[in-house]
């Protein structure tokens, strides 16, 4: 699948957003191994604190799904600024994914590719599998 087209899913599912505090909207779409598509929004809440960001929401929804192997994942916003992965997003990526994983990153006009590995290096398991 291109990025194109994940971008393009990711960003019916930014229509979805709860972001009523930032009005900061993301959309994700999560390629799965088996080629099925788990999409997700940012779910924002009036204690701010329990904000879910759109990739966790994707993720988890995968998961709940019984997915466990995926391929990439693709993140749009509105506006200009990209949604680069907060820290805890990149955290539970690295629980389901390795080093190459693809990551694009996408606002209105644009988006960049960039790998789990880049946005977090030594990251921690318990195994250490990740050295
Ligand atoms: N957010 C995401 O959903 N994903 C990102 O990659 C960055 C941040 C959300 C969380 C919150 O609802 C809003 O964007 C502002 O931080």
Redesign the pocket.
Known sequence: MKPEELIEIATQALKN???P??T???G?ALLCADRTIFS?????NASFGL???????AIFSAIAAGKKEFQAIA?V?SGSAA????GA?RQVMVEFCGPDFPVY?ANDDEYATTTLGDLLPNSFDLEGSHE
Not at 40 to 44: F, I, K, L, M, Q
């Open positions: 957003a709860h972001a505090y930032s900061y909207q993301v994700a997700g929004c940012n779910v924002e904000t879910n960001c759109a990739e966790r929401t993140i916003a949604p680069f992965p907060c997003c990153v």
